[in-house]
């Protein structure tokens, strides 16, 4: 076995042939999880090594290949034993640079990258020669088919597959970036930090040693070491050993118990708490946008040029840890009132915006002390302002973190008495999709006949009616009510209208007015909150029964507004209607826009979809396990079982089904069809494959799309 960290020049320059078995699963990696990643972070190597660092290199993982036998003069072959979703990635992107410096005219660049992606004629002996890789069974027509297209390539009319969506999206992503015009310098920067910053771990086996004992240790075996970890040691071994000790009791310990050592979800990776301090910490120190994959690599680099003396850095680190751990745990407590920073860290947090740390780190930094407490708090309404109000648009959420650390380089840069007016400018001035504070208008035409019920998470509906509650009790504020504020992330959402009107809310309504009905009762306007939870005899009871409840036995106030509606003895769709229309004007207060702003022009992109996930991703994220077994639903058809495989296809009885439905299909056969992701449910828990879908959606901040066709999944599947 030899071990060496290569470039892809390395890898794939010299005549070879990179052979993926037919045992390994299909090109399986998606453009959300992998590609957008891979290229920031080409295109975040490239800006480093512009500015401040001319041999910057990224790692991208290990490859595991095993020499093949071969007869004398034939092209030299090797196994790929792991690391084929890398290897297969950096083809595409190659091929698509190759395509895309050939439709610019620029040869000598791509004749710099056709080596790289095809085998010279002269070592062709069969069509497959032509490629340094070959994929398993399933990826070959279409691996070939995009591989060997002639720029400028019609996407089109390529087969559809994973493979061909990667290569347009490099394809898309470096016509973009190189822009329009001459783009032969940025070309060459591109194209020397593709095929010579990018480092990889190379492990090649000979002929006879164990292939699959190598893999399995590699990737089963031992628990890696964490950022902080790495940090930890970086730093004490810098430090004078008979210091050490002591620097490690007074300012790293505390790190290594419970608190910091439990694992925090960011977007969908988990990482100890310790770890994800530290990445936000050095983002607002350095504000340099970087994943936290990266963070110990960032550190070492910011100690090495900035803070050289880390004995001087750890008291540091140390103050700024306390300050994050007091917000964190004071917004965690139900009662009483909050700081400004505690109270934003709750509210933020339900909307699972981790982006949102390096501005409280930063704005508690030693370099802001002389920021007034009233300033603070300004600071604070306004970003929480951008926050919930791009939440309850839908705002895209991806590009968040580099709008906020650009945010903070400016603000860095300002008068320390000018951040409030500084804030104003950058969130009035911005007109990016990523960016932009959405104005009044486009908030209430997302609120006002909307299912807010349904279209969004709980947490978050509950914390719009906490917030709505406060504002009504004086909090936050210089003249609150004495019986304080509201509980926090405890209280039940209640329906004023039920949802099961049909029984005790009878009304002469038609088959469309019923629906309108419906529809009605899940809009904000029909929803409050109460302290202790409504028995279902009251919560489903009649009109009169829960507005007696709720005149002698709840202290809610936005209730009471309520019931002041409601003074003919009824409760209706138009008044839910003009409730929901007041709640809205006072939402838009609580979290204001700056005079005049009237948000972005142009309408932003699209939200993510459910049609663009399948199990298959679901696999490769991590949020369904290769093995897993899915059981029916449906009393009916109990006793079947599908199991998932790794290239998300579902196993009935031995026979491979490519969707969810057609799974389902063969199991419930009393009717035509079925809707799988609400038929399957996972062996031993209530929950369905769409519910697993749509945590996954969530861990990508597109939790809220497309409820209306979850509803209507849902009333298929009770039909």
């Known amino acids: 076995m ?39 972070d080409i295109v975040r190597l490239i800006d480093v090594i512009e500015e401040h660092d001319q041999d910057a290199t990224h790692f991208l993982g290990a490859i595991v290949i095993q020499q093949v036998p071969t007869r004398l003069g034939a092209l030299p072959t090797w196994n790929v034993i792991d690391g084929q979703q890398r290897m297969t990635t950096l083809q595409l992107l190659l091929d698509a640079l190759h395509a895309q410096l050939e439709r610019r005219g620029l040869s000598d660049l791509a004749e710099q990258v056709l080596p790289l992606v095809e085998n010279p004629k002269g070592f062709r002996k069969v069509d497959e020669d032509r490629y340094k890789l070959w994929p398993t069974n399933r990826d070959r027509e279409s691996f070939g088919a995009v591989m060997s297209a002639t720029p400028p390539i019609s996407y089109g009319s390529l087969p559809a597959s994973r493979l061909r969506d990667a290569h347009r999206f490099f394809s898309d992503s470096i016509g973009e970036w190189l822009g329009d015009g001459d783009a032969a310098q940025r070309a060459a920067l591109l194209v020397g930090a593709v095929t010579e910053r990018l480092e990889i771990a190379s492990i090649r086996l000979d002929a006879h040693e164990d292939a699959q004992a190598i893999f399995e240790t590699l990737n089963a075996r031992g628990t890696p070491l964490s950022a902080a970890d790495l940090i930890k040691n970086f730093i004490f071994q810098q430090i004078d050993a008979k210091d050490a000790e002591k620097g490690y009791l007074a300012y790293w310990a505390d790190f290594e118990t419970p608190w910091w050592e439990t694992e925090v979800t960011s977007g969908r990776i988990k990482n100890p708490r310790a770890s994800l301090f530290l990445w936000q910490w050095l983002v607002a120190r350095t504000l ?195 019986m304080g504020p509201i509980v926090r992330d405890k209280a039940t959402i209640e329906h004023l209208m039920p949802q099961k009107w049909r029984a005790h809310w009878a009304a002469d309504l038609d088959d469309d007015g019923a629906r309108r009905r419906d529809q009605r009762i899940q809009q904000l306007g029909n929803l409050t909150i109460v302290t202790q939870a409504l028995n279902s005899k009251v919560s489903n009871g009649s009109w009169e029964q829960k507005r007696d409840h709720f005149q002698h036995s709840d202290d809610v106030l936005i209730t009471k507004d309520a019931l002041a509606l409601a003074q003919a003895g009824v409760w209706d769709e138009e008044l839910i209607a003009e409730r929901t229309d007041q709640m809205i004007t006072q939402i838009s207060k609580i979290w204001r826009a700056p005079a005049g702003h009237v948000g972005l022009a142009a309408a932003p992109p699209p939200p993510i979809t459910r049609a663009s996930v399948d199990v298959a991703q679901l696999v490769d994220a991590g949020w369904l396990e290769v093995g897993a077994e899915l059981v029916p639903r449906l009393q009916a058809v109990a006793g079947a079982v599908a199991t998932v495989a790794q290239d998300g296809r579902l196993y009935v009885g031995g026979v491979a089904y490519d969707t969810p439905s057609a799974a389902a299909a063969v199991v419930y056969t009393a009717r035509g069809g079925v809707n799988g992701w609400w038929f399957w449910g996972l062996q031993g828990s209530e929950r369905r494959l769409t519910d697993v879908r749509a945590d996954y959606l969530a861990s990508l901040g597109a939790d809220e799309v497309d409820v209306e066709a979850d509803e209507a999944e849902a009333h298929e599947a009770e039909e």
């Open 2 to 40: 030899k071990t060496d960290v290569v470039k892809p020049n390395d890898v794939f320059y010299n005549p070879t042939r990179l052979t993926v078995p037919l045992f390994q699963r299909p090109y399986v990696w998606s453009q959300r999880e992998q590609w957008e990643p891979l290229w920031e």
């Open 288 to 482: 340099t946008d970087f994943p936290i994959r990266e963070v110990f690599t960032q550190f070492k680099h910011y100690v090495n040029t900035v803070e050289k003396d880390v004995a001087a850095l750890l008291p540091q680190i140390k103050a700024a840890a306390d300050r994050y751990r007091a917000i964190i745990e004071g917004s965690e407590n139900p009662n009483g009132v909050l700081t400004r920073a505690q109270l934003f860290s709750y509210r933020v947090g339900t909307l699972d915006s981790e982006v949102s740390r390096p501005l409280l780190i930063w704005l508690d930094e030693p370099a802001q002390a002389e920021v007034s407490d009233a300033d603070r708090r300004r600071v604070l309404d306004l970003l929480e302002s951008w926050f919930v109000r791009r939440a309850l648009v839908k705002a895209p959420s991806q590009g968040s973190n580099r709008f906020l650390v650009d945010m903070l380089r400016e603000l860095s840069r300002r008068p320390k008495d000018g951040l409030v007016q500084a804030v104003e400018e950058i969130l009035v001035a911005n007109h990016t999709a990523v960016g932009y504070l959405p104005g009044d208008d486009e908030l209430r035409a997302a609120l006002a006949d909307t299912n807010v019920y349904g279209n969004y998470r709980r947490s978050r509906v509950r914390m719009v009616l906490e917030a709505l509650e406060d504002a009504k009790r004086g909090y936050p504020g210089a003249n609150p009510l004495a």
